[in-house]
């Protein structure tokens, strides 16, 4: 009767676990956070998400990928707005698709980053004033509404 009762709990933990399955990036299959979610608005109308703005990025600039437009979450306040109005922070020390993805070898020896699809971060604001306490408590450059840089290419 125990062993019984167990199994079902385990059963209704498993099923539990398995409908809030972590919202996934289309493009990468990363694991999405809220504060740096992106939405693609693709060429036929059907809205997927990204993990965040470089990799939406890295997706457009990608050969017979079209994209009408690219929407980002507001790190401060949450909200989406459209990317080319956004402040954007490149380069911080927050790097939410790296937090657990550390990169290591087959003996689990840590290895330095050299490339990342979603490096460096790139952060967005609606506001002005949010970026710049970002910035000063994270570090990274400000990027005004419609300046981001585009992405760079791995070297070779």
């Known amino acids: 009767m ?3 009762a167990l199994f079902l709990a385990s059963l209704a933990a498993g099923l539990i676990a398995c409908a809030q399955r972590l919202e996934q990036c289309w493009v990468c299959q990363r694991e999405v ?3 740096v979610r ?7 109308r059907k809205e997927v ?3 965040c703005p470089r990799c939406a990025l890295h997706y457009q600039e990608e050969p017979g990928n079209a994209v009408r437009e690219i929407r980002v979450t507001d790190h401060a306040g949450g909200g989406s707005l459209p990317l080319a109005g ?4 490149e ?3 927050e ?4 937090r657990h993805h550390p990169v290591a070898d087959e003996s689990r020896t840590p290895m330095q980053v050299c490339y990342d699809r979603c490096m460096p971060s790139l952060i967005a604001f609606r ?4 970026a710049r306490a970002f910035a000063t408590d994270h570090g990274g450059t400000i990027h005004r509404p419609g300046t981001v840089a585009p992405p760079r290419s791995a070297s070779p």
Request: aromatic share 4%.
């Open 91 to 93: 380069g911080s020390d």
């Open 38 to 44: 992106t939405t693609l608005i693709l060429a036929s």
């Open 95 to 98: 790097t939410p698709c790296m």
């Open 86 to 89: 956004a402040f954007l922070i």
């Open 49 to 51: 998400v990204a993990c």
């Open 127 to 130: 506001e002005e004033a949010a």
């Open 33 to 35: 956070h809220a504060s």
């Open 2 to 4: 125990i062993l019984r």
